[in-house]
């Protein structure tokens, strides 16, 4: 009974490919997030969404686009792939918008 | 500056030691003060949060905030192998309406309990 799932847990992948990243959240709450956590374990956040709208949107290359389809899903979208890209993604859900966020278990994503 | 300084360790200590682990922040609207536990290869999982100035206890963890000093720790009692983990704090300002809890978290510190 997972709570928060991400797919897939690894991608590997060459520069200027695209790729996305699948989050979802079976705990019924209504805000998602996308965190990126770097080589040095540094951990940012990148968007956040509530109830299918855009909350927050850190100063993020808009190479990188978050869609929410419904409540419970949040994916990421990756255009035009750079080295730098090259991280942890993972993926949150809080129950309203200043509750605790529980995390998924992360993608690590590669970019050769 | 960072908003949030952590020393990023390792940290090595012998089991049944008690360990403390800390954050200073520069930012005096932060209201809420959260450490994440993370296991290599995973996502973080919450284990402390507290609201404000004070202490809060569960078990062997104790967490302090002294928002005078712009400090918090995370004290860990009778430390135990299962311990050893990267240790992130992270903190967030009172945001009131709608506005959304942006979390601003520390570089972590890496623990080694050592059996």
């Known amino acids: 009974d997972t709570a928060v799932s991400q797919t897939p847990k690894y991608l590997v992948t060459q520069m200027g490919n695209d790729k996305s990243i699948k989050c979802e959240q079976n705990?019924?709450?209504?805000?998602m997030y996308w965190y990126k956590q770097d080589s040095k374990k540094f951990l940012k956040i990148m968007f956040s969404?509530?109830?299918?709208?855009?909350?927050i949107n850190e100063t993020v290359p808009n190479r990188f686009s978050p869609k929410s389809p419904d409540k419970a899903h949040l994916n990421l979208h990756i255009n035009s792939l750079e080295l730098g890209d090259s991280a942890v993604y993972f993926c949150?859900?809080?129950?309203?918008?200043?509750?605790?966020?529980?995390f998924g278990p992360g993608t690590r994503l590669t970019v050769l | 500056q960072k908003e949030v300084e952590q020393d990023p360790g390792p940290l090595s200590v012998p089991e049944g030691a008690i360990v403390s682990l800390n954050c200073t922040y520069s930012?005096?609207?932060?209201?809420?003060f959260m450490w994440y536990r993370q296991y290599s290869r995973k996502g973080p999982e919450l284990l402390m949060y507290?609201?404000?100035?004070g202490n809060k206890e569960d078990g062997r963890f104790t967490a302090q905030v002294d928002k005078s000093s712009k400090y918090i720790s995370l004290f860990i009692r009778d430390s135990q192998p299962s311990d050893s983990a990267t240790y992130l704090c992270?903190?967030?300002?009172?945001?009131?309406?709608?506005?959304?809890?942006?979390?601003?978290f520390g570089t972590g510190t890496l623990l080694a309990v050592q059996p």
């Open positions: 969404y509530n109830n299918k709208e855009l909350i």
């Open positions: 992270a903190m967030s300002e009172w945001m009131g309406g709608g506005a959304t809890n942006k979390l601003i």
């Open positions: 507290t609201y404000s100035s």
């Open positions: 705990l019924g709450h209504d805000t």
């Open positions: 930012n005096s609207a932060f209201q809420y």
């Open positions: 949150a859900s809080s129950q309203g918008q200043t509750d605790t966020q529980y």
